[in-house]
């Protein structure tokens, strides 16, 4: 009986040692030069010798994303895709939104193929709610590479450009991950949330005097 316990209780800490090396996500934020707003939203991961499988289960918290896009896809009815570098140059594709699951967003390898949750119904401005992207170039080692604000490792996984200074844009979503270490079949599983676009200066005022009144109150 103890033994099943200890042996319980072991699993259960190595399972929490290895889901707990997805730590959340980042999100940099350049206006490009063509006066565009563009996001980079990296997963980070403490740990390296890591491999990204997939981002599914995309959610619109609040707000809307309002993504523009380069290229002239309209199999599903709209203008733009998802999909990077699949009609875009290297010059165009910095003023893109795409998905990736390898980290890059080249012609040649931008590594991401969209499950049917991105099908007809939605809006290429957001992604739709329960969508997700997968590595769609396998055999590529889609390893979790150095870097990133928050230290660790990191993979690149959105890039969205709004259109012109989107100050005052405030969006916020979530999305769950697969990965696995390199070398190894079994995936492992996190979630985190993420927020594009920052307060214009007079909400933010507003949320200084909210604060100040209620410390007030207090």
Known sequence: ????????????????AATASFTGYSVERVITAAGNTRYSVYANWSASNLVMLNAFSFVNVSGNMNARHQDSFTADGEVGTWQAGAAVSATDRVEDSWVTASGSATSS?????????????????????????????????????????????????????????D??????????LAWKVAATTTALFGNGAFTLGVPAPGAMALLGLAGLAGRRRR
């Open 1 to 16: 009986m103890t033994r099943f316990v200890l042996a319980t209780v072991l699993a259960s800490t190595l399972v929490s």
């Open 167 to 176: 100050t005052g844009q405030v969006s916020t979503h979530s999305m769950q």
């Open 109 to 165: 390898g931008w590594g991401s193929a969209l499950d049917p949750g991105f099908a007809n119904g939605g809006t290429v401005q957001n992604v739709n709610a329960g969508a997700g992207w997968y590595d769609a170039t396998p055999g590529t080692a889609n390893n979790i590479l150095a870097g990133g604000s928050q230290g660790g490792y990191r993979m690149l996984l959105m890039q969205v450009v709004r259109t012109g200074d």
